[in-house]
């Protein structure tokens, strides 16, 4: 769990990495706004993020914190998607605007439950975790910048296509995470936990260990199973 969430703050580090890096480009060069319009721009699109790390902290005292990181990477994903429906619509720098405005307010949602997951799922070692969730998705997604700067010089378009790849990357990564911290949750509360799915035993068996039971059909697995 902890490896998965670690991945998926990375991805979305990368996202608002990739966003920091192609805008100045895209709004000034391709849209024409001036020095002091685009600080204006990208403050507004940065108020989103405020508010959706603003948001979670209310949500998180009415929604279970696993299912509130899934929700801010729907959005992340939606403001991504919109982002380049309006760019091919032709709704231009209201369109992207407002897309990145959405996926900004997911990001500020999502950056600060993962954080709370990732750390959660570590019983020893607290401060090298923590060390790990400082490092390595700056690490990683260092590597943004230059490859949204190099996309953007291109055609926006393709800035725009990289920014709505990450959406459904950041959504596997954090499934994969909170389903795991899900699993543990009932592990520790003595649930008997009986699996089945054939396409993914062998991948369950070297996350899971032996705390659950792997059954041969749908129908064993249900048999007597708490989850």
Known sequence: AFSFNLL???AVYFFLFSYIGGSSFVYQT??????????LVFGLTSISL????????YFVKKIPISRLALIGAV???IGSATCIAMHIMGLGLVGIVSGVALG???LGILEATLMAIAMESQQTALGSSAALLGAIPMLLSSTATPIAGQLVEVDTLYWLMLLSAIGPLILFLVYMG???VLIKKLIEASCQIQVYDPAAMDSAKFILGDKVKYCSTMYEAIEGADA
């Open 8 to 10: 998926a703050l990375s």
């Open 30 to 39: 391709g849209y024409g706004l001036s020095s002091e319009q685009f600080g």
């Open 50 to 57: 405020i508010l959706g790390a603003s948001s979670s902290a």
């Open 75 to 77: 959005v992340i994903m």
């Open 104 to 106: 900004l307010f997911g």
């Open 178 to 180: 909170t389903r795991n």
